[in-house]
């Protein structure tokens, strides 16, 4: 529930910055009116680098390779034991 809150204060603060730059003449009128594009495409750009970072960032668990090689082995000789044809390695 709190991070619901903190989102809804952050859209209210950027609606009243955005409300207060379309009162005042700080910025040009045609140029206040893209704010909210120009916002979805910055989000759009940041989380798309986020998700680059996080791929990039991945750890390897060499450790647990191991380990999962060994369960599939075992799991194959089970199969095998039990009459199943699990394929060629």
Request: proline share 4%.
């Amino acid at each position: 529930m709190k991070h619901v809150l903190k989102i809804m204060a952050l859209l209210v603060a950027i609606s009243a910055f955005w409300i207060g730059l379309l009162e005042t003449s700080v910025v040009p009128r045609s140029y206040t009116w893209l704010l909210p594009i120009y916002l979805i495409v910055s989000l759009g750009c940041y989380g798309l680098l986020m998700v680059g970072v996080g791929l990039m960032l991945f750890p390897t668990c060499p450790q647990e390779a191991v380990l999962l090689q060994k369960d599939i082995a075992e799991a194959k000789e089970f199969l095998k034991n039990k009459g199943v044809d699990v394929g060629s390695d």
